[in-house]
Every structure is written in C-alpha cells, then in structure tokens.
C-alpha cells in the first residue's frame, strides 16, 4: 500500500487549502483513514479521521469547525479540507491507514501506512 499526500505550500491566514491522500489500492475504501501534522519540534499529533464509509469523523479540538475530512471512494482518495487557517496549522501534515479499534483513531501508533507528508505553511 502506498500513500500519496498533495496539496500544501504557502497560505496566508484565514485562507483555505484543500490536501489530498491517494491510495494506490482500494484501501481508503475499506479503512479508516487518519489526517497526522508535526509542527517543527513537535511530535506528531492526531488531526482528523474518518470511517471506511464515511459516516463517522473525527477531529481534534484545535481544529474542529474549520477543517473536515471527506473520502472519495471510487478514486481511493482522502481529503483534508481546512479553512480558516492559522499560523499554528503550519506543518507537514501525513495521512496515514488506522488499523486499531474505532476508540483508538487518535492514537498514531496503530496506523500502519504513512504517506511522505505534504508542507503547510501559514503566513501572518
């Protein structure tokens, strides 16, 4: 399984970007899907996940209300939708497969593939 993150570069604040995460199998299909960021110094924190049909997201509270996950199924893509943004949305941003149970979709060590991470940076 290999996954492809796109979409980042410089935005200024309150602007919006779109990120994609295409899969090279049907696996954002049949899985959950997860959106990770790491912040230079930090560790790589939880943003957004979504369930293998959709019904169900996620988010961490930092970013509730101005970003939304979404899935397209027949391409094998994820998408991180973020509005809104703020300097401390910069970041390389990762999305990643979750093979754990639903009550562990926020725990980054059971996901099992990572795509290679696309930069955002926010200006002021």
């Known amino acids: 399984v290999r996954l492809q993150a796109s979409g980042g570069g410089l935005v200024q604040v309150g602007e919006t970007m779109r990120l994609s995460c295409a899969a090279s199998t049907p696996t954002v299909s049949m899985n959950r899907m997860g959106w990770f960021r790491q912040a230079p110094g930090k560790e790589r924190e939880f943003v957004a996940a979504?369930?293998?049909?959709?019904?169900?997201?996620y988010y961490a509270e930092a970013v509730k209300g101005r970003f939304s996950i979404s899935r397209d199924r027949a391409k094998n893509t994820a998408y991180l939708q973020m509005n809104n943004l703020k300097p401390e949305d910069t970041a390389v941003y990762y999305c990643?497969?979750?093979?754990?149970?639903?009550?562990?979709?926020?725990?980054?060590?059971?996901?099992?593939?990572w795509g290679q991470g696309t930069l955002v940076t926010v200006s002021s």
């Open positions: 979504i369930t293998w049909n959709g019904g169900h997201t």
């Open positions: 990643a497969r979750h093979r754990g149970p639903l009550s562990t979709v926020r725990d980054r060590t059971l996901y099992d593939y």
